[in-house]
């Protein structure tokens, strides 16, 4: 992807250059152009005489006219022709779809809501009363083993304060009855006689008696919101349990929303719990509801749901369930008008939007159709001249170039087009030009100031031996999947510190930092008193300062990487088996001019580096081993950080606060190097930037990154602060630098 955008760059730079070259022509060239002139001269100035230039505007405007006379149905009345009834007709239906859909879908949603809320509390209700039977019957069983008075009295208080929502227990057959004084008194109520009571409803505990749980209203006899339950005592045959108390406990289960009502009625219809206190105080008889009649009349189903018309012709949803253990239902019901209230709203709304939707956009596909019709009526005209031969043609010019649409990129193609032509034409015939259109282009190299970068494993050959007598045939595989591994760790660290990875050569990567740039060279052919040269120039020295860091960055996290596969490799090995060597790698960093630019053949070209530059940087990668190093970088690129990053001479040993964070600590090997062509070198091991932040730097790819607390001495505030300090972490000798001689591998270096 990278490569493709160059393309526009090449091209971009090669109209550049040619329009800079045209003025500049040789004296030679100039006597040709006189020469030529006396024959076409008086042609030329009677086409630039003043009747002529008339002449051109009133073509002009017959171009005008002759286009609006062709054009007999305008793009704006297709556009209103065609979107003003899709529109109509789309809203329209989508108005009628949506409140159709949302009404049904509302009402399925308000059935089930209500069916499920009414479920929810039927079964709430449900275990509270089997809970009830159970703690009932267990204090039964309890108080019939009890013959002393004191134990029989401490077990009811017992009783009482576990169950403080019961008023009092009154077992019918035995007549034995027990209260809680302490409810009697935070309510208020002096006295009550609980034997009248059960006189009063004697025909509701012979259906106790029969085994069903039987439920009315006590309220009006407490003043307060009570229950009495009739139930059978289920150790003995006779016995009926008739139990008061309070309603509050059931409160939460039929808690009020601002939609659904639930509540619990007994089989007269008499109102058991219900939100309104009111209703419940005066045991409230519902029996006249519709709901309660389709209640009584659905003798199949226990539970189920319907609607039906209240008196006031309101339509109601409602849910109902007759409980297991009791004589009593819970209904949930709502009132559909309320639930239908912003379909209601929704569908106005959409009536008034249909409206205004309409006249906008009659209004924008006017306007719209008017900023198409334009351009085009003149793209058209500039085809046509570009047909019969006129390559500039000037309503090309007057068009407006900062159109960001397809029209826009119309114009800048067509432009582009004309230009292309016009500079080939001038190069060679219009025969050859029109070859040159259908796909013929010159992509020119050019010089860049850019940071190379070099790394490869040390002792890769034993590495790839060792492969080979572990797995056999399949090396090949393990060895490809090995090296993936590695070389995905060291292009992530390259592509996050910004640089570009230029091809990879068995073990080997090279990457740059700053060919991809736009930076043009051209500010050095202005004069020294071109304030615009100081400015370019003050901008370039920036962007090659970064270059150099990004690498050294991207160097640092690849050292931290490596220490991490290091451990990695150590635990697969452990564990599996599998064959994962520890490695040790070489960098070398170089700053410099090169030649980028696509190299090879036609039918294959790469995009690439060239020159001593690169060669140098080459050249320090392979001289990590016998410096005992793993990175080092040479003195064009340590000229370049050092005033601002590196403790040296130039900024008396200080780094400013501004550049604390990119410091970097170097150490100067003991040598120099001859370098063919370059004289003599001094190459820096570079040791740690001590304020290098790691999980900061692999965050930007992986924001759920976290870094290795071991792999943290690889460089940063844990790294270490000499170059001894260094080789003692990755286990590099001490070198002996004398009688080294490098030109063993390459004449091009060697130390002095």
């Known amino acids: 992807m990278e490569n493709e955008l160059d393309y526009g760059r090449f091209i971009s730079n090669h109209k550049e250059k040619i329009k800079k070259e045209e003025p500049s022509h040789n004296t030679t060239e100039s ?59 789309s809203m329209g239906f989508i108005t009628a779809f949506v409140s159709i859909t949302s009404k049904r879908d509302t009402t399925t949603n308000t059935y089930y809501n209500v069916y499920t809320i009414n479920k929810r509390t039927s079964s709430d209700c449900t275990n509270k009363f089997l809970a009830l039977q159970t703690i009932v019957n267990s204090f039964y069983d309890q108080i019939q083993v009890i013959e002393n008075e004191t134990i029989l009295k401490s077990r009811e208080n017992i009783f009482f304060e576990r169950n403080n929502d019961i008023a009092a227990i009154y077992f019918i057959d035995s007549k034995r009855k027990f209260f809680n004084n302490e409810f009697f008194v935070v309510n208020e109520i002096s006295s009550f006689n609980i034997e009248n ?98 209640l009584s009349d659905n003798k199949k189903d226990k539970t189920s749901y319907t609607s039906y018309i209240s008196a006031d012709n309101r339509e109601y949803i409602c849910s109902y369930t007759v409980l297991s253990i009791g004589n009593c239902s819970v209904i949930t019901e709502v009132d559909s008008d309320f639930v239908m209230q912003g379909i209601h709203k929704t569908t106005r709304t959409n009536i008034y939007f249909t409206g205004a939707i309409l006249a906008l956009t009659i209004l924008f596909i006017w306007i719209f159709s008017q900023s198409l019709v334009r351009p085009l009526h003149t793209l058209t005209e500039v085809t046509q001249l570009i047909k019969n031969g006129d390559f500039s043609p000037s309503l090309l010019e007057e068009m407006d170039r900062k159109r960001k649409d397809e029209i826009g990129i119309l114009i800048e193609s067509t432009r582009d087009e004309t230009q292309m032509l016009n500079t080939f034409t001038k190069l060679t015939n219009r025969g050859v030009t029109n070859a040159i259109v259908k796909n013929q282009i010159d992509f020119e190299p050019h010089l860049k100031d850019v940071t190379i970068f070099f790394s490869d494993i040390r002792g890769f050959t034993a590495v790839s031996d060792s492969f080979n007598k572990k797995y056999g045939e399949t090396s090949a595989a393990e060895i490809i999947g090995f090296l993936n591994d590695y070389m995905s760790r060291m292009v992530n660290c390259i592509t996050l510190s910004g640089g570009t990875v230029d091809k990879f050569e068995g073990d080997a990567i090279m990457a740059a930092w700053g060919v991809l740039r736009d930076d043009s060279l051209d500010f050095e052919l202005a004069g020294d008193d071109d304030e615009n040269k100081k400015i370019a120039s003050e901008k370039h020295q920036q962007n090659i300062l970064e270059d150099a860091l990004g690498a050294i960055k991207a160097a640092m996290a690849m050292r931290y990487s490596l220490m991490e596969y290091n451990l990695m490799a150590d635990k697969i090995s452990a564990e599996n088996g599998n064959l994962r060597p520890k490695i040790k790698i070489g960098c070398g960093i170089n700053s410099g001019r090169v030649t980028v630019g696509f190299m090879g053949s036609q039918d294959k070209m790469e995009f690439t580096s060239i020159g001593d530059a690169v060669n140098l940087a080459s050249r320090t990668e392979s001289s990590n081993k016998l410096c005992g190093t793993d990175m080092l970088i040479t003195e064009n690129t340590y000229n370049i950080l050092k005033e601002k990053y590196i403790r040296c001479e130039q900024n008396a040993y200080t780094i400013s606060e501004d550049n604390k964070e990119n410091e970097i600590i170097v150490e100067q090997i003991p040598v120099t190097f001859e370098v063919k062509g370059k004289g003599k070198q001094h190459f820096y091991a570079v040791v740690n930037m001590p304020f290098f932040d790691i999980e900061a730097f692999f965050k930007k790819g992986n924001p759920s990154f976290t870094a290795d607390a071991e792999c943290l001495k690889a460089a940063g505030p844990q790294g270490p602060e000499s170059l001894k300090e260094l080789r003692i972490l990755l286990g590099i000798d001490e070198p002996d630098f004398t009688g080294v001689n490098l030109d063993k591998e390459e004449d091009k270096v060697s130390i002095n």
């Open 197 to 294: 009571y059960a006189e009063h409803y004697s025909e509701v505990a012979v259906k106790a008696a029969n085994g069903t749980l039987q439920f009315e209203n006590a309220s009006a006899s407490f003043n307060i919101p009570m229950l009495s339950v009739f139930m059978p005592v289920e150790s003995s045959e006779n016995e009926v349990a008739l139990v008061l108390m309070s309603s509050q406990s059931l409160f939460d289960v039929f808690t009020e929303d601002k939609i659904n009502s639930t509540y619990l009625i007994n089989s007269n219809g008499n109102v058991l719990v219900h939100n309104n206190i009111d209703y419940m105080l005066s045991s409230k008889d519902l029996s006249g509801l519709p709901v309660f009649k389709l």
């Open 31 to 89: 006597k040709e152009t006189v020469k030529v002139v006396p024959v076409v001269a008086p042609v030329a100035v009677e086409k630039k005489a003043v009747p002529v230039t008339v002449k051109k505007e009133d073509k002009k405007e017959n171009r005008k006219k002759k286009f609006k006379i062709r054009v007999k149905r305008p793009i704006s009345m297709k556009m209103l022709g065609i979107f003003i009834p899709i529109i109509i007709i």
